[in-house]
Nanobody, 116 residues
Framework: VQLVESGGGMVQPGGSLRLSCAAS????????MTWVRQAPGKGPEWVST????????DYADSVKGRFTISRHNAKNTLYLQMNSLKPEDTALYYC??????????WGQGTQVTVSS
């Protein structure tokens, strides 16, 4: 299993970023996929999950209405569009294979820093 996250960076409050997760080594379209984040000194926090076909999504209350998860099965890629970013969104973001309880980190993750 390989999951390679990208798209993070530093952004001002209110800004936007689009994260990507390139998957390989398994049949991507067979798995629900999840975004998880981990802030310094804190445990992993579930952010969002999408089902295999992309027709069903779920979000943590803290990001609902601001983040959008999507996937492109033909490209084996998972996305997270993040709008109206807040300082409390600062964390290492990573994608996980599986549903809402998935937490195993296969890749390096991508750092998101929201600061003025």
């Amino acid at each position: 299993v390989q999951l390679v996250e990208s798209g993070g960076g530093m952004v001002q409050p209110g800004g936007s970023l689009r994260l990507s997760c390139a998957a390989s080594g398994f049949t991507f379209s067979n798995y629900d996929m999840t975004w998880v984040r981990q802030a310094p000194g804190k445990g992993p926090e579930w952010v969002s999950t999408i089902n295999t076909a992309g027709g069903s999504t779920d979000y943590a209350d803290s990001v609902k209405g601001r983040f959008t998860i999507s996937r492109h099965n033909a490209k084996n890629t998972l996305y997270l569009q993040m709008n109206s970013l807040k300082p409390e969104d600062t964390a290492l973001y990573y994608c996980a294979r599986g549903g809402k309880t998935a937490r195993k980190r296969w890749g390096q993750g991508t750092q998101v820093t929201v600061s003025s």
